[in-house]
């Protein structure tokens, strides 16, 4: 059952060693983050999952404890694990969301429970999205959810997908119902225009939607701006 669930953007500028000089800008963000994930531990989960973007495929990949990422392909000499457990290497290596995600929780210092991920594609479906969060919210009678993913990237000129009108009211509706834990809002959220606005993360919290099930947890918004044109969102569920 899902006890708990954070919510965090994912873009490799969150860590101060991608974003240079521009780190201060998201100051902010990483300190809502590290609120995030001490409200997760709060709970004292048996199991983490986290979830987040990935390339597309037929259906989710799973990354054991202790798979590796890396930040080499920004120009850092940076990497990382996820959770405590050593993995095999050379074996399968985090997408950059999960990475961003393994980074927090080293930064945090997590030892609350092991840590499994879970990448979905942009494809995949609403229906099967809610269907792999039943099924993650019933692996363990303590589950919590540290779910990755980015608005819309399409909220100014010089935004990676340009500016466009529909991505500030995208954006404030996607804020709201992760604010609100309004699990019907997130399990109908449109993939057609999720896609047009490069909303990361579409997939990950409509998986979320399928976990919160019948669990009646509330929510609580602690961050949501647009630097660089990018919605970023920072939410709890408890």
């Known amino acids: 059952m899902l006890v708990a669930a954070a919510v965090c953007p994912c873009p490799p500028l969150l860590l101060p060693e991608v974003a240079a000089g521009a780190a201060p800008e998201l ?3 990483r300190a809502a983050c590290t609120d995030a994930l001490g409200l997760l531990a709060a709970a004292r989960p048996g199991r983490l999952v986290v979830v987040g973007p990935a390339a597309d495929r037929a259906g989710p990949e799973t990354y054991p404890e202790g798979t590796r990422g890396s930040f080499r392909g920004f120009g850092v000499d940076l990497d990382v694990r996820l959770g405590a457990a050593e993995g095999a290497d050379p074996g399968p290596r985090l997408p950059y ?4 995600a393994a980074w ?8 609350d429970a092991p840590v499994e991920g879970l990448g979905v594609g942009e494809s995949y479906p609403p229906e099967s999205c809610v269907r792999t969060g039943r099924d993650i919210a019933a692996r363990d009678d303590r589950v919590a959810l540290l779910v990755m993913g980015d608005a819309s990237a399409c909220r100014t000129l010089k935004a ?3 500016l466009d009108e529909r991505a500030a009211p995208f954006d404030a509706e996607v804020a709201r119902a992760l604010g609100a834990a309004d699990i019907a809002a997130l399990a109908s959220l449109d993939t057609g225009p999720a896609h047009e606005l490069k909303a990361s993360g579409r997939a990950p919290w409509q998986v979320l939607a399928g976990a919160a099930e019948g669990t009646g947890l509330g929510g ?3 961050y949501e701006d647009a630097p660089y044109g990018v919605g970023y969102v920072v939410a709890v569920w408890s």
């Not at 969301?97 to 961003?100: E, G, I, K, P, T």
């Not at 927090?104 to 030892?111: D, N, V």
Request: hydrophobic share 50%.
């Open 104 to 111: 927090l929780l080293e930064r945090t210092g997590w030892s």
């Open 160 to 162: 990676p997908g340009y």
């Open 220 to 222: 609580s918004l602690l």
């Open 27 to 29: 100051d902010a963000a």
């Open 97 to 100: 969301a999960l990475a961003v």
